[in-house]
């Protein structure tokens, strides 16, 4: 018999309809609540990872005075931005980028150094409540404090020091010491928006003042990833004992915050003169005056700016002990000796009983390389920049910041162009060191420096040579710099030494300047024309266009008596002929009067 297959079961099916229909509304309202929930979660996380907390100006303050009593070295950054501002949209994931890396990287948690925002658009809360008003005063308030002007703008807050608090003279009441804004103070930074100088200015922040090395291998290492071409790393050895006067200078230079974005290091104990030695071959600093070293037991301080190799600074075939094959830094080098401190010292107190005598940071001679050497601030302030920097907003910004003399060398055509047209100025550079020599890509800043830095008309052709002084408001172009010596290098010396050192000219005046600027250019022109700094040619030029004006303006005054001639206010003639009219009629007027009184009478 044939066995027949089995029949398959069919599914049961649900008689009621109705439970299939609760089941189904149950897990759409669950099931959708727990999704829903757990992308809400998610945007979340994504949302501390890509923005950063916007707070009140009363929240900043609280969440700094909490902070700040964890750890008295706290700092916050506050980016002050506005809803519709383009770069704040820009800055606002680098600067997540760059706190993630601080975080994650440096292991620099937030009771170190932490960054929030605010919305400082003033026009996106009007007055309805009086909350909102309080909010509004608070924003206007916190921005006039301190100085936002613009968007994007970041603030770095910090805890006021006790020399600062002393400072004001007055103390504290009760109702004060309540009030969070009066813990702290701010500056702004004026550096790049770039991920890598945002980082940069977070670790430093975060950072000690001053870091320590054993040796040349660690300060090297740490010269590398801190160094750059806008911000200077300065470091400080002590050779056996060295000098606490330059110690404290130097400690009280990295306190401060102008110098922020730079980096200060030294060595954790004195040094021997074997270890010295050893130090600068690490940063190739040939240019040390060993000469001036009269014994190896000497006490002494060594000073150092160290930047990341610029051009003009050619590889040196003397490298350090551990097998490196090119030169990575560009170190600048001052010897502050201890007998030459005390001479110092004495001469400036013969100075002052004869006359009263204050010493200026600024004056730090050229002529000797190791002259007033002993100057940290000038010596910080003068290198923070390295030289031929290329020109970005950080450097742009330093330099502004410095008020000195800058000339700018644009090239188009590629960074191996540029730095082979910049590399002829390198001596330079490191001779006028109160001058800053930057390189710019003509292509990519040239339409820049033509409409904002007001140099008048530039030719398309490169190379160029410009000058600009923003303390006296002078920005000038000269043609013809490149026909004033034989060689490139040697006309640029002389572009230097005619407007910057030596000066023997002045450049065009632009009528492009502020009112101020143009009435302090004519000034320093008339000054400097009729002073010996002109040559006898620029004198007798100057005489004759004197003569020439006073021509004019005789022409001018001559042509003007003739015009008022003209028109009869000057005319005598025709006051005579109006008087002899008048006199005229007044005797007409007696003769009528006498004829009629010897009329005879009519008798009747």
Wanted: aromatic share 10%.
């Amino acid at each position: 018999m044939k066995k027949r297959p089995r029949r398959r079961a069919k599914p049961k099916r649900l008689r009621n309809p109705f439970l299939l229909f609760l089941l189904l509304f149950l897990l759409s309202s669950f099931g959708g609540e727990f999704f829903s929930t757990a992308k809400e979660n998610e945007g979340e996380r994504e949302g501390e990872q890509k923005k950063l907390v916007d707070l009140l100006p009363s929240s900043i303050f609280s969440r700094f005075s909490e902070r700040v009593k964890k750890n008295p070295r706290f700092k916050l950054i506050v980016s002050v931005y506005a809803p519709w501002c383009g770069h704040c949209k820009v800055l606002e994931p680098e600067l997540v980028s760059a706190l993630k890396i601080v975080r994650e990287v440096d292991g620099t948690d937030e009771t170190v150094v932490d960054v929030v925002k605010m919305n400082g658009d003033l026009r996106k809360y009007p007055i309805r409540e009086e909350m909102e008003q309080r909010e509004t005063e608070a924003r206007k308030a916190f921005k006039k404090k301190y100085g936002v002007k613009g968007y994007p703008t970041l603030l770095l807050l910090e805890k006021k020091s006790d020399d600062e608090s002393s400072r004001s003279g007055r103390s504290r009441s009760e109702e004060e010491e309540e009030e969070e804004e009066e813990l702290f103070v701010a500056k702004q930074y004026k550096g790049s928006r770039s991920q890598a100088a945002l980082l940069n200015y977070l670790r430093r922040a975060s950072a000690s003042d001053v870091a320590t090395f054993k040796d040349w291998r660690e300060a090297r290492e740490y010269g590398k990833l801190r160094a750059t071409e806008s911000n200077a790393m300065f470091f400080h050895l002590m050779v056996n004992g060295g000098s606490l006067k330059i110690k404290k200078a130097f400690d009280s230079e990295a306190k401060k915050r102008e110098n922020l974005q730079a980096w200060f290091g030294e060595s954790d104990a004195p040094k021997t003169f074997e270890e010295t030695n050893a130090f600068l071959d690490a940063f190739h600093a040939k240019q040390f005056p060993w000469k001036d070293i009269q014994s190896k037991d000497e006490s002494y301080s060594v000073l150092l700016a160290v930047h990341p190799r610029v051009p003009g600074d050619e590889d040196d075939d003397s490298l350090v002990s551990d097998g490196e094959n090119y030169k990575a830094f560009t170190t600048e080098v001052v010897l502050c000796r201890v007998a030459e401190e005390k001479e110092e010292e004495e001469e400036e107190e013969k100075k002052k009983k004869k006359k009263s005598y204050r010493a200026n940071d600024a004056d730090m001679s050229e002529t000797s390389g190791y002259e007033n050497s002993c100057n940290v601030s000038a010596f910080v302030r003068t290198r923070i920049v390295a030289p031929l920097a290329k020109l970005d907003q950080s450097v742009f910004n330093n330099i502004l910041d410095l008020d000195s003399p800058s000339v700018f060398l644009v090239e188009s055509g590629g960074d191996a162009k540029i730095e082979a047209f910049a590399k002829n100025a390198y001596k330079l550079a490191l001779k006028h060191r109160k001058i800053s020599f930057v390189r710019v890509d003509g292509d990519e800043l040239g339409p820049w420096l033509d409409k904002e830095m007001a140099f008048g008309p530039l030719e398309s052709s490169f190379p160029l040579c410009l000058g600009y002084h923003k303390k006296t408001h002078r920005s000038w172009y000269d043609r013809k710099w490149e026909t004033r010596g034989n060689t490139i290098e040697e006309s640029l010396a002389v572009f230097v030494d005619m407007n910057f050192v030596d000066i023997k000219r002045l450049p065009n005046f632009l009528p492009s300047m502020p009112l101020l600027g143009k009435l302090k250019n004519i000034h320093h022109r008339a000054t400097f024309r009729f002073s010996n700094s002109s040559s006898p040619v620029q004198r007798l030029a100057t005489y004759w266009w004197l003569l020439v004006i006073a021509l004019i303006l005789f022409v001018l005054c001559f042509s003007f008596a003739l015009q008022y001639q003209r028109e009869g206010k000057f005319d005598t003639s025709s006051e005579d002929d109006s008087s002899a009219k008048s006199s005229g009629e007044a005797e007409r007027a007696a003769k009528v009067e006498e004829s009629d009184g010897d009329e005879p009478k009519k008798t009747k």
